[in-house]
């Protein structure tokens, strides 16, 4: 099975500022990973697929970049609403498998 | 507008079943692959396994944290998805969310319901 390692777990950072998430897959993936935003006590919401396809309505601060093992998710201006959990998963291969998450918090 | 409106959790004993439903309104239910997802308190997310349309036989996959005791079924007359759980475990404790599936392109995501919490404690 695939493992998804995400890092960090947790970063506080502030408005406005540019905020990197990391997401390293056990194996190559090619580019069939997609990056889940959940605030607390909602259901997760789909940002990007194919590594770096912005779903629709999604703010085109979020961006995300890689292929193989290696991918980012980037928020290029961290907004009060991005404040919040954020997930890789690869769709490369069953079973489907998720990162651990990464906590973003208000500095 | 897309909903997907899950059911069915509750508080349920170690070694017991419960069923849980998914209600699907705003889209044609029948064209898309369906998945559940749960999360255990205060943890992060888990696919549990997915069904797929009447193209394709309705045929399944399973994590393997689950296998051999939740079965994943859909009925498109009904617009619903189910999720049956059997020999429960407490670490099954957890929100199970249904999620639909793209119709074109890979397994991920692109709608969630709201979650139903099952609660499995003596």
């Known amino acids: 099975a695939i493992q998804l390692t995400q890092s960090p777990s947790s970063l506080s950072a502030s408005v406005g500022d540019r905020v990197t998430v990391t997401c390293r897959a056990s194996q190559g993936i090619d580019n069939n990973l997609a990056w889940y935003q959940q605030k607390p006590g909602e259901a997760p919401k789909l940002l990007i697929y194919d590594a770096s396809t912005l779903e629709t309505g999604v703010p085109s601060r979020f961006s995300g970049s890689g292929s193989g093992t290696d991918f980012t998710l980037t928020v290029s201006s961290l907004q009060p609403e991005d404040f919040a959990t954020y997930y890789c998963q690869q769709f490369k291969e069953y079973p489907l498998s998720l990162g651990g998450g990464t906590k973003v918090e208000i500095k | 507008e897309v909903q997907l409106v899950e059911s069915g959790g509750g508080l349920v004993q170690p070694g017991g079943s419960l069923r849980l439903s998914c209600a699907a309104s705003?889209?044609?239910?029948?064209?898309?692959?369906m998945d559940w997802v749960r999360q255990a308190p205060g943890k992060g997310l888990e696919w549990l396994g997915r069904?797929?349309?009447?193209?394709?036989?309705?045929?399944?996959e399973y994590a393997a944290s689950v296998k051999d005791r939740f079965i994943i079924s859909r009925d498109d007359s009904k617009n619903s998805l189910y999720l049956h759980m059997s020999s429960l475990k407490t670490e099954d404790t957890a929100v199970y969310y249904c999620?639909?599936?793209?119709?074109?392109?890979?397994?991920?995501?692109?709608?969630w319901g709201q979650g139903t919490l099952v609660t499995v404690s003596s």
């Open positions: 705003g889209f044609r239910f029948s064209d898309h692959f």
């Open positions: 999620a639909r599936d793209r119709i074109v392109g890979g397994a991920f995501f692109e709608s």
């Open positions: 069904i797929r349309d009447e193209a394709h036989r309705y045929t399944t």
